[in-house]
């Protein structure tokens, strides 16, 4: 029983069930922004946002390839939305934060040039530099 207790205590699972909290409200967000106003914008330009009453029928049975289609461009206009609106915002904090923190080089107080942090001589002017 510890370890069955260990194993559902430990931050991994934790952080995994919170995500997929979040995630499935996150869908319901995405979903509701495309349903509101992506498919009325494809509407206005297409005509028609919804594509599920096409369908082809050979031999007898029906084949609704139009359901297909309308998931399909949900998908792809609920995965531009994630990437544009969560992803790609993410991506471009993260790498500010971490070039702040990973900074290999630093200003020279003489000539503004560029130094690795280590240097002790300015490569340009070869001022004498305190090593950081």
Same mark, same amino acid.
């Given at each position: 029983?510890?370890?069955?207790?260990?194993?559902?205590?430990?931050? %991994?699972?934790?952080?995994?069930?919170?995500?997929?909290?979040?995630?499935? *409200?996150? $869908?319901?967000?995405? %979903? *509701?922004?495309?349903?509101?106003?992506?498919?009325?914008?494809?509407?206005?330009?297409?005509?028609?946002?919804?594509?599920?009453?096409?369908?082809? $029928?050979?031999?007898? $049975?029906?084949?609704? &390839?139009?359901?297909?289609? $309308?998931?399909?461009?949900?998908?792809?206009?609920?995965?531009?939305?994630? &990437?544009?609106?969560?992803?790609?915002?993410?991506?471009?904090?993260?790498?500010?934060?971490?070039? *702040?923190?990973? *900074?290999?080089?630093?200003?020279?107080?003489?000539?503004?040039?560029?130094?690795?942090?280590?240097?002790?001589?300015?490569?340009?002017?070869?001022?004498?530099?305190?090593?950081?």
């Amino acid at each position: 029983m510890s370890g069955f207790k260990k194993f559902l205590l430990r931050g %991994n699972l934790i952080e995994l069930a919170v995500a997929v909290v979040i995630g499935a *409200a996150f $869908t319901g967000l995405v %979903n *509701a922004l495309v349903k509101s106003f992506i498919e009325p914008l494809i509407a206005l330009i297409g005509g028609q946002p919804d594509f599920s009453g096409l369908a082809v $029928t050979i031999g007898g $049975t029906k084949f609704p &390839y139009g359901v297909f289609i $309308t998931a399909a461009i949900s998908f792809l206009i609920i995965a531009a939305v994630v &990437y544009f609106l969560v992803v790609l915002p993410t991506t471009k904090l993260l790498e500010r934060l971490t070039r *702040a923190e990973e *900074a290999g080089e630093r200003e020279c107080p003489e000539c503004r040039s560029e130094v690795p942090v280590k240097a002790t001589r300015c490569r340009f002017c070869t001022s004498s530099l305190v090593p950081a």
